[in-house]
């Protein structure tokens, strides 16, 4: 919680729920992400949060972009990125957007399949590939790994075929999982990247670029190391694998980005004895899985959460407005709450700038979708 957020919900007491998030603090994970990783270029994953206000200051400080869909990239190219910053790293795409995307200068595209990179030579002739390899996802908080990426072998074969198709054959991504707590991680996959890179270049195929994808966590409540940990041990494992022949690397951050930069204002509706079925109280915020908090699927993320009142704490239920019971917050997970908190209190749920605006429903029993002022 930043002066600066605390100030704006003191002054303008905006509706709730609402995200309000700091600029200040973009800005400077932006810059320790520069410093942890000097090298890399950064393309921000603006799923985490495509507010045009984020993307105007990235664009000012130089950042490139992972877009997934045509949408997102009219989105970047309307806050000023150029097309050669932009690179469309979904793996799944319509052949019509690929297309639009070519049309509007972007020649960077992702694959991990065959009937994708047909796609791709079809509807931008001549663009720059790169094929993700799966990884297990382990020490991830949010996985990624069972829906995408091929294993290394098919990942050869299929850069081999992009070069026959007339594309140029640039590089290898992977994603170790979102919300990475283990800086190891990148070890494995960036070993079988530098092994494909020196099988591919004795066939004459010189890859160019390695796309470290994203993971890099924001805290929330349990601590993760920092960044410069993250840094040294990424930096090392591309020296170890890669010796002096280092590719080009790009890194894909989203949370960490925007992450602990951002906070969302709920308010609580209900508080509820249920003893037939929990011995805690049900408390139920004006927010839940469906207005935003998706990333509480399996009690996966953890938002700090805290009220202003300072009496003692019980264990609690925390749930959602919608008629869904699927909209239940943290069951398992010990939350405590003052015991004299009052319905219509207002909470703050932390580090709530990633994956919170773009995951909320439109109008699920009429809740609008998340609110985000930036600031
Ligand atoms: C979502 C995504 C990212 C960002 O992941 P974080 O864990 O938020 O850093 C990066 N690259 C790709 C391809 C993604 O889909």
Same mark, same amino acid.
């Given at each position: 919680?930043?002066?600066?957020?605390?100030?704006?919900?003191?002054?303008?007491?905006?509706?709730?729920?609402?995200?309000?998030?700091?600029?200040?603090?973009?800005?400077?994970?932006?810059?320790?992400?520069?410093?942890?990783?000097?090298? /890399?270029?950064?393309?921000?994953? *603006?799923?985490?949060?495509?507010?045009?206000?984020?993307?105007?200051?990235?664009?000012?400080?130089?950042?490139?972009?992972?877009?997934?869909?045509?949408?997102? $990239?009219?989105?970047?190219?309307?806050?000023?990125?150029?097309?050669?910053?932009?690179?469309?790293?979904? %793996?799944?795409?319509?052949?019509?957007?690929?297309?639009?995307?070519?049309?509007?200068?972007?020649?960077?595209?992702?694959?991990?399949?065959?009937?994708?990179?047909?796609?791709? /030579?079809?509807?931008?002739?001549?663009?720059?590939?790169?094929?993700?390899?799966?990884?297990?996802?382990?020490?991830?908080?949010?996985?990624?790994?069972?829906?995408?990426?091929?294993?290394?072998?098919?990942?050869?074969?299929?850069?081999?075929?992009?070069?026959?198709?007339?594309?140029?054959?640039?590089?290898?991504?992977?994603?170790?999982?979102?919300?990475?707590?283990?800086?190891?991680?990148?070890?494995?996959?960036?070993?079988?990247?530098? %092994?494909?890179?020196?099988?591919?270049?004795?066939?004459?195929?010189?890859?160019?670029?390695?796309?470290?994808?994203?993971?890099?966590?924001?805290?929330?409540?349990?601590?993760?190391?920092?960044?410069?940990?993250?840094?040294?041990?990424?930096?090392?494992?591309?020296?170890?694998?890669?010796?002096?022949?280092?590719?080009?690397?790009?890194?894909?951050?989203?949370?960490? *980005?925007?992450?602990?930069?951002? $906070?969302?204002?709920?308010?609580?509706?209900?508080?509820?004895?249920?003893? #037939?079925?929990?011995?805690?109280?049900?408390?139920?915020?004006?927010?839940?899985?469906?207005?935003?908090?998706?990333?509480?699927?399996?009690?996966?993320?953890?938002?700090?959460?805290?009220?202003?009142?300072?009496?003692?704490?019980?264990?609690?239920?925390?749930?959602?407005?919608?008629?869904?019971?699927? #909209?239940?917050?943290?069951?398992?997970?010990?939350?405590?709450?003052?015991?004299?908190?009052?319905?219509?209190?207002?909470?703050? $749920?932390?580090?709530?700038?990633?994956?919170?605006?773009?995951?909320?429903?439109?109008?699920?029993?009429?809740?609008?979708?998340?609110?985000?002022?930036?600031?």
């Amino acid at each position: 919680m930043t002066r600066k957020i605390s100030r704006f919900l003191a002054q303008r007491r905006p509706q709730t729920p609402c995200l309000v998030l700091d600029l200040d603090i973009v800005a400077q994970n932006y810059a320790k992400l520069r410093q942890a990783m000097p090298d /890399a270029e950064i393309f921000y994953a *603006m799923k985490a949060n495509p507010a045009a206000e984020v993307l105007a200051l990235l664009v000012r400080l130089g950042s490139s972009f992972d877009a997934a869909s045509i949408n997102e $990239i009219d989105l970047v190219l309307a806050a000023g990125a150029e097309p050669e910053r932009i690179s469309f790293g979904n %793996t799944i795409k319509k052949q019509a957007d690929i297309a639009a995307a070519y049309a509007r200068g972007v020649r960077l595209f992702a694959f991990d399949a065959w009937g994708e990179l047909e796609k791709i /030579a079809a509807a931008a002739p001549g663009s720059k590939v790169f094929c993700r390899i799966a990884t297990s996802g382990a020490g991830a908080e949010w996985p990624l790994s069972r829906k995408f990426g091929c294993d290394p072998a098919t990942a050869g074969s299929l850069l081999r075929l992009a070069a026959e198709l007339g594309l140029q054959p640039y590089g290898l991504s992977f994603h170790v999982g979102s919300q990475q707590r283990d800086p190891e991680q990148w070890d494995h996959a960036v070993g079988e990247a530098a %092994t494909l890179f020196r099988m591919l270049a004795d066939d004459g195929i010189e890859l160019e670029m390695l796309n470290i994808g994203g993971g890099l966590p924001t805290r929330y409540r349990n601590r993760i190391p920092t960044l410069c940990a993250y840094g040294a041990v990424i930096r090392r494992s591309l020296r170890h694998h890669f010796g002096n022949r280092l590719p080009k690397v790009i890194i894909e951050p989203g949370r960490q *980005m925007v992450g602990d930069a951002g $906070i969302i204002q709920t308010e609580v509706v209900l508080i509820a004895d249920r003893e #037939d079925v929990d011995s805690r109280r049900w408390v139920y915020l004006d927010i839940g899985k469906f207005g935003g908090l998706a990333e509480t699927i399996d009690e996966a993320i953890k938002y700090p959460i805290r009220s202003r009142r300072r009496g003692p704490a019980d264990r609690v239920v925390l749930a959602g407005p919608t008629c869904d019971s699927a #909209d239940v917050l943290y069951q398992a997970s010990d939350y405590r709450l003052p015991r004299d908190l009052r319905i219509g209190d207002k909470l703050e $749920i932390r580090s709530a700038g990633a994956y919170t605006t773009t995951y909320a429903s439109i109008a699920f029993n009429g809740f609008e979708p998340l609110r985000c002022y930036c600031i």
